[in-house]
């Protein structure tokens, strides 16, 4: 079992929908959260990044992390063909610690 | 202005030989890394150098050889080259890796 699991997709949204990306891990170590966008041929952006349970919101994207449950979700609202990219979660145990990457979920926004 | 940036972006080369791939950082940031990022979009972490010291070595072949020369700098050298280590290779750093890492726009290996 990987430490980090998450559907690859892809998905497909229509325009303006409100996308739900998620994320479960196995290693209750785990403390700081991140999220990653990767267009193609270039590399990750960090997004998004939380420190043990609880919700961030930055302009269209929240990011929620329920460490009972080793769950973590991201959310797009009023996606755009732009959002259109792989998304990666990431976690470290601590900080200065490696990061461990999901596989990345494939999103695709039509117009 | 390029915060982390590699060289090559492309490299294409024959089993069997040496190659290098470096990377510089204009961030100030203390730690460093290569990642691997097979076909499958899957990123794992081969090395880590914290001001210039080998911090996280993890199961990579010894054909693999990073080098730190100073703290804004890693390069990775790879001996006799085998058609598996084509992928990209990315290059990052931060801070602390709480807040995250910043990545370069990475190296498309192919070996033929």
């Known amino acids: 079992q990987k430490e980090v699991e998450q559907d690859p997709g892809p998905l497909s949204v229509p325009e303006g929908a409100i996308v739900s990306l998620n994320c479960t891990y196995s290693?209750?170590?785990?403390?700081?959260f991140m999220w990653y966008r990767q267009y193609s041929r270039k590399g990750p952006e960090l997004l998004m990044y939380?420190?043990?349970?609880g919700n961030k919101e930055d302009g269209r994207f929240t990011a929620q992390v329920d460490k009972s449950s080793k769950y973590i979700s991201l959310f797009i609202r009023d996606s755009q063909p732009s959002d259109s990219a792989t998304y990666l979660c990431?976690?470290?145990?601590?900080?200065?610690?490696?990061?461990?990457f999901g596989a990345g979920t494939i999103l695709r926004v039509k117009s | 202005d390029t915060a982390v940036s590699q060289t090559p972006k492309y490299l294409v080369t024959q089993m069997g030989n040496d190659k290098s791939i470096k990377c510089e950082q204009n961030?100030?940031?203390?730690?460093m890394y290569w990642y691997k990022q097979d076909s499958k979009k899957f990123l794992k972490i081969m090395f880590s150098?914290?001001?210039?010291?080998?911090?996280i070595n993890e199961t990579v072949p010894n054909r693999f050889s990073p080098k730190s020369p100073d703290k804004a700098h890693l390069n990775l050298h790879i001996n006799s080259l085998e058609l598996g280590d084509s992928a990209v290779y990315f290059c990052?750093?931060?801070?602390?890796?709480?807040?995250?890492?910043?990545f370069g726009s990475g190296t498309r290996l192919t070996v033929v």
């Open positions: 990431a976690m470290s145990a601590t900080d200065g610690n490696k990061l461990v």
């Open positions: 290693n209750s170590a785990f403390q700081y």
């Open positions: 990052a750093s931060s801070q602390n890796s709480g807040e995250g890492y910043t």
């Open positions: 961030l100030g940031h203390d730690t």
């Open positions: 939380t420190y043990s349970s």
């Open positions: 150098y914290n001001n210039k010291e080998l911090i």
